[in-house]
T-cell receptor, first 114, second 114 residues
Framework: DTGVSQDPRHKITKRGQNVTFRCDPI?????LYWYRQTLGQGPEFLTYFQNEAQLEKSRLLSDRFSAERPKGSFSTLEIQRTEQGDSAMYLC????????????FGQGTRLTVV | GDSVTQMEGPVTLSEEAFLTINCTYTATGYPSLFWYVQYPGEGLQLLLK?????DKGSNKGFEATYRKETTSFHLEKGSVQVSDSAVYFC?????????????FGKGTKLTVNP
């Protein structure tokens, strides 16, 4: 297993377009998290899945954001009608409930909205 | 709400110097505490952690002690190397409803010069 994988690594989009990011967690991990990191800030929690169930969403996650984890494996994060303020690094992390609670992070997807 | 405050950077040191990066937290319960490191071009990696008061986390020559009385988790290393140049994030985790989301500080950029 090569760890948490995110795709694409970079995305440039025009304001108003929709974008979708993918995260592949470590295979035996049942928990998956999305975070957003803006320049000069630490990552901020967006949402969390245990298996396929989305159990928590941050108030940061506006109606334009939607996340899915349909089979409890990979996850997608979609942003509709992107705004310049959505420009950030989107990080995915996974962990295994019942074991060490360490979260393993992917390298992130850097979104630039122009 | 729960929060983490860490020393503003950037921090620039010469090789073999002593490093301290201060971190304090505010939490309603009994958090676990973490230091994550982000090397240039890489994802966040767990450096060390402590899950209860007076625990000391250590890894790669770095240490931090969970001080409940001062709500602190300062990161220290006795002799830094050029390869330690990275951004360091202090974080806490509270188990709430099964979620173990992380709350991060803003990060401290460390540059070590030869």
């Amino acid at each position: 297993d090569t760890g948490v994988s995110q795709d694409p690594r970079h995305k440039i989009t025009k304001r108003g377009q929709n974008v979708t990011f993918r995260c592949d967690p470590i295979s035996e991990h049942n928990r998956l998290y999305w975070y957003r990191q803006t320049l000069g800030q630490g990552p901020e929690f967006l949402t969390y899945f245990q298996n396929e169930a989305q159990l928590e969403k941050s108030r940061l996650l506006s109606d334009r954001f939607s996340a899915e984890r349909p089979k409890g494996s990979f996850s997608t994060l979609e942003i509709q009608r992107t705004e310049q303020g959505d420009s950030a690094m989107y990080l995915c992390a996974s962990s295994f409930r019942g074991g060490d609670t360490e979260a393993f992070f992917g390298q992130g997807t850097r979104l630039t909205v122009v | 709400g729960d929060s983490v405050t860490q020393m503003e950077g950037p921090v620039t040191l010469s090789e073999e110097a002593f490093l301290t990066i201060n971190c304090t937290y505010t939490a309603t319960g009994y958090p676990s505490l973490f230091w994550y490191v982000q090397y240039p071009g890489e994802g966040l990696q767990l450096l060390l952690k402590a899950t209860k008061a007076d625990d000391k986390g250590s890894n790669k020559g770095f240490e931090a002690t969970y001080r409940k009385e001062t709500t602190s988790f300062h990161l220290e290393k006795g002799s830094v190397q050029v390869s330690d140049s990275a951004v360091y994030f202090c974080a806490l985790s509270l188990t709430q409803g099964g979620s173990e989301k992380l709350v991060f500080g803003k990060g401290t950029k460390l540059t070590v010069n030869p």
